[in-house]
C-alpha cells in the first residue's frame, strides 16, 4: 500500500508541476523553436535569433509594467503611447533641444512616471475605471506625439546612443541584459519588499486592503507610476533600437503586454501575477510573430493568429477563476438554444 501511495503521489506532484503555467509556457516554446528550426532555414541565423531577443526586450519591460497593474486589478492601455512619447522626448531632446543622452534619457524616464501618475490620479481621485481612464490618457498622449513631432519622424540621435541597441555582449543584445536585469529587480521587488506586497493585497480587493491598513491612494500612485517609470525605460530602448522616434512608435504594445501576461498567469481579476510567467509569456507572443514570418505567413493571418491566443488566454484565466460558474452558464445556454 505504501509502495501505491508513494506513486501517487509522485503522479500528483507531476501533474501539478505540468499544470503549472510557466512549465505550459515553456513546452509550447520548446515545441515552436524546433517546428521552426526544422521548417525554415533562416530562424536559427544569429541575426534572426538576436532580432527576437530585441523585440523581446522592449515588449518584456513593458509586460512588466503591466503585470504589476495587473495585479492590483487594474489594467493600462495607454502603456504603448506613453512608451511612444517616452521615444519622442529623447529624440527630441538630443535632436532638438540640444541635450546630451544621460538628460535625453532622464526627460523620457520622467515624463513617463508623470503620465503614470496622472492615470493614477483619474482612477482613483475621480473614481474613473482603469480601462476607461488609461484609453483616455492614450489618445491624449498620441495626439500629442502627433502635435510635438509635426507628424514627422525625428532623427539626429547620437550614433553612441544608437549603439547600445545594435550592440552586443558575448552575442546577447545589450537590450535583453536591460531586460533580464529589470525582471530580477522586479521580481525581488515583488516578492520581498512592503510595496510589492502591497499591491497583490490591493488586487485581492479594496476592502481587504483597508482592513490590512494599506493606503489605497499610495499603492495607486505608486503602482501607475512606477509602471510609468518602466514605459520610459522601454521608450528609451525603443528609441535607441530605432534611431529615430515615430509618431506611430509603441501602437498595439498594450495589446502584446498584456497578452503576455495574461498568458504567464497574471489574472484580470487581480492579486495574481508572475515575472518568470510574463517573462515566458513575452517570448511565446514574440516567437510566434516570428515562426509565422519565417513561414511566409500573411500578417493580417498573424494577426488574427495573436488574437485567438490573447482570448484562448483570457477565457483560461476565467476558467481557473469560476471553473463551476463558468460551465454552469455554457450549460444553461446550451438547454436555451436548443
Not at 501602437?251 to 498584456?258: K, L, M, R
Not at 481579476?269 to 516570428?290: E, F, H, P, Q, Y
Not at 484565466?317 to 446550451?334: A, E, F, V, W, Y
Request: hydrophobic share 50%.
Amino acid at each position: 500500500m505504501k509502495v501505491e501511495e508513494k506513486g501517487l503521489a509522485k503522479r500528483d506532484s507531476l501533474k501539478k508541476i505540468m499544470m503549472k503555467t510557466e512549465v505550459s509556457i515553456m513546452f509550447i516554446i520548446g515545441i515552436l523553436f524546433i517546428f521552426a528550426s526544422l521548417g525554415t532555414q533562416n530562424f536559427l541565423t544569429s541575426y534572426n535569433l538576436t532580432n527576437i531577443l530585441k523585440q523581446c526586450a522592449i515588449i518584456g519591460v513593458i509586460s512588466i509594467a503591466q503585470t504589476c497593474i495587473i495585479i492590483t486589478g487594474g489594467i493600462d492601455i495607454s502603456c504603448g503611447a506613453i512608451v511612444g512619447f517616452s521615444t519622442l522626448m529623447v529624440a527630441m531632446g538630443q535632436a532638438r533641444w540640444g541635450m546630451g543622452i544621460v538628460p535625453s534619457i532622464f526627460v523620457a524616464v520622467v515624463t513617463g512616471v508623470i503620465w503614470g501618475a496622472v492615470n493614477a490620479a483619474l482612477i482613483h481621485e475621480f473614481k474613473v475605471p482603469a480601462f476607461v481612464a488609461t484609453l483616455g490618457t492614450q489618445t491624449i498622449i498620441r495626439g500629442l506625439i502627433k502635435v510635438i513631432s509635426n507628424g514627422g519622424t525625428v532623427s539626429g540621435i547620437a550614433p553612441q546612443f544608437a549603439d547600445f541597441a545594435s550592440s552586443n555582449i558575448l552575442f546577447i543584445p545589450k537590450l535583453a541584459f536591460v531586460w533580464g536585469t529589470i525582471s530580477v529587480l522586479v521580481f525581488l521587488l515583488l516578492r520581498y519588499t512592503i510595496f510589492g506586497r502591497n499591491l497583490f493585497v490591493l488586487g485581492s480587493g479594496v476592502e481587504v486592503a483597508r482592513l490590512n491598513g494599506i493606503s489605497i491612494r499610495k499603492t495607486t500612485y505608486a503602482a501607475y507610476a512606477f509602471a510609468g517609470l518602466l514605459y520610459g525605460i522601454a521608450g528609451v530602448m525603443l528609441a535607441a533600437r530605432i534611431n529615430s522616434a515615430i509618431p506611430t512608435a509603441g501602437e498595439a504594445y498594450e495589446t502584446n503586454a498584456i497578452a503576455a501576461s495574461v498568458l504567464g498567469g497574471a489574472s484580470l481579476a487581480g492579486g495574481l501575477g508572475s515575472i518568470a510567467g510574463t517573462a515566458l509569456g513575452t517570448v511565446l507572443i514574440i516567437l510566434i510573430d516570428n515562426v509565422g514570418t519565417q513561414f511566409g505567413i500573411h500578417s493580417f493571418v498573424m494577426q488574427v493568429i495573436t488574437g485567438c491566443v490573447i482570448v484562448v488566454a483570457i477565457v483560461a484565466d476565467q476558467l481557473k477563476k469560476h471553473p463551476i460558474g463558468l460551465m454552469n452558464h455554457l450549460k444553461r445556454s446550451k438547454k436555451t438554444t436548443t
